[in-house]
T-cell receptor, first 116, second 112 residues
């Protein structure tokens, strides 16, 4: 398994532009999480899905942020319009809780977003 | 919001020494996990300890959990330069339906 795949690895965009981050979870995992990491705030949970359904989006900072999971193998996080304070590393993680013990999350390598 | 707080924030040791990192949390938990993050990379799961367990081992890692004090420690024995990374504790809070809340992390530097 190639693990959780995120794209792009780096994104530099101008303020006001739309940004779309992509994630492919591990096949068979039924939970998908989007986190944001900054020096000031650490790792923050933005939203998570169970079986493609958003369960908790209370961490999404503003209406400018939206996330979708159209199928079990793909999710997007969109920021429109982007602002400089959105600059951060965005991580996608997936996990499975279907059977028996709970295991850890598998994280992607992240997307480093810079909004100028 | 961050559930866990790691202590110390930064730790520098010589290769071969043991490294101990501590984590405190606030609410009742189902389990506590430790992750490692190398610079510029994603987090890697190291070990999970359940709320009814007190100690767990995995290779050179030893984790303890004291639910009465709401604290955990991660011990890395015989450290290597490759152990240089940030280490985070994460809690799966009771009733939180699977979401993990991460602490602020400890930056460990192992000097060769």
């Amino acid at each position: 398994d190639a693990g959780v795949i995120q794209s792009p690895r780096h994104e530099v965009t101008e303020m006001g532009q739309e940004v779309t981050l992509r994630c492919k979870p591990i096949s068979g995992h039924d939970y998908l999480f989007w986190y944001r990491q900054t020096m000031m705030r650490g790792l923050e949970l933005l939203i998570y899905f169970n079986n493609n359904v958003p369960i908790d989006d209370s961490g999404m900072p503003e209406d400018r942020f939206s996330a979708k999971m159209p199928n079990a193998s793909f999710s997007t996080l969109k920021i429109q319009p982007s602002e400089p304070r959105d600059s951060a590393v965005y991580f996608c993680a997936s996990s499975s809780f279907r059977e028996g013990p709970i295991y850890g999350y598998t994280f992607g390598s992240g997307t480093r977003l810079t909004v100028v | 919001s961050q559930q866990g707080e790691e202590d110390p924030q930064a730790l520098s040791i010589q290769e071969g020494e043991n490294a101990t990192m501590n984590c405190s949390y606030k609410t009742s938990i189902n389990n506590l996990q430790w992750y490692r993050q190398n610079s510029g990379r994603g987090l890697v799961h190291l070990i999970l300890i359940r709320s009814n367990e007190r100690e767990k081992h995995s290779g050179r890692l030893r984790v303890t959990l004291d639910t009465s004090k709401k604290s955990s420690s991660l011990l890395i024995t015989a450290s290597r330069a490759a152990d240089t990374a940030s280490y985070f504790c994460a809690t799966d809070a009771y009733g939180s339906a699977r979401q993990l809340t991460f602490g602020s992390g400890t930056q460990l530097t192992v000097l060769p």
